[in-house]
């Protein structure tokens, strides 16, 4: 047995609550643990690489890792977190999702047929075929409506405008997850983030009440973003995994220009870097941490598109942001056709073409403020045209303060 995964957790910030006095205790001994993903878009975000390292952890330490992902339970919304209803999607899109979720959760845990491979279960494949009357008989009398709404997540819409009920049934059907795989694969622990916490706990109860069961959960911390709002998958400025998504390069500029105060967090939750290395990196301030971002960087970039997708954007973005050369494939950049050039592009227009802002009113802020140059000059003028007077090498270098740029490639 390797060292005890809870106190892998706790030393790298990753233990948010426990249901255990002592969790350590429980997963001394080999366990099979579940974390549940919701398949509502076709692509996890940074805020899934947390319990996605949790589970890599998990089989490092000698633990069966289950992934849950929730074809069924998708279909009726997790209220967790949510201010609204969630997207209602299609059987068909949420089985496509359910593919492309396991390929991205297969690069950090192995898949497989041993006692410590990792398995992906679907609750479609036990919930869609229930009979309503038959679920509600099994297992309507152990939850109580007064303590369902007094959970955080069901709280939160009913203050925010209500809830429905086809969301409010969310937590019956995640607690009833976790009964099941505790009689089928001996599922003892359940993980998820913090705003979880209520779904584990009715989860864990409803074991106990029509099992007998000692089940436990464990929470991780929400990663969040800088507008103090948790990423997820309808959340606008998310950072996605699949770099059709998100670009590899835009994916390593976001680790690279992570917040001082988030480098050694961070380092903790999404590297398998040891802790000592960690402190080692962060034992300094001001420019010296630009070495720990940048390791940051590639050791992520690295787990979730590989070592050469990773180094190629560590040098390109090295020779970028020094003003040396910026034709490395792996910087953001779209084609311009010349004959736009002839009558002229208004700056606005190209940006938000560009995606350095999402509006031409946003635009027009960051131009005003100082923050958009063309090439290395700053515009001051919001309605500067761009033209074929302003291709340099045969590009446009648009750039948004000092870490966004887009080459524009005329032809």
Known sequence: MADNVVEIFAQR???????????????????????????????????????????????????????????????????????????????????????????????????????QDAVLVNNADWLAGKNWIELLREVGPCFSVNRMLSMDSVKGRMESGGITFLEFNYMVMQAYDFLHLHRSLGCTVQMGGQDQWGNIVMGIELGRRLAGAALAGLTFPLVMKADGTKFGKSEAGNVWLDAQRTPVFDFYQFWRNVADADVRRFLGYFTFLPVAEIDALCAVDGQALNAAKERLAVEVTTLIHGAEAAERCRADAQRAFAGQDLSGDSIPHMPLAAAELATGIGLLDLGRRAGLWASNSEGRRLVQGGGVRLHDAVVDDPARMVTAADVSDGTIVLRCGKKRLMRCDVG
Not at 39 to 51: F, K, N, Y
Not at 52 to 65: D, F, K, S, T, Y
């Open 13 to 115: 910030g990753l233990l948010a609550q426990a249901t255990d006095v002592e969790p350590a205790q429980r997963l001394a001994e080999p366990c099979t643990v579940y974390v549940g993903f919701d398949p509502t878009a076709d692509s996890l975000h940074v805020g899934h690489l947390v319990p996605v390292m949790g589970l890599a952890w998990l089989q490092r330490c000698g633990h069966r890792p289950v992934a849950l992902v929730g074809g069924a339970t998708a279909l009726v919304g997790d209220p967790s977190g949510k201010t609204a209803s969630r997207q209602m999607l299609s059987h068909s899109e949420i089985a496509d999702n359910v593919e492309a979720i396991k390929a991205q959760i297969a690069r950090l845990v192995r898949f497989g047929d041993g006692p």
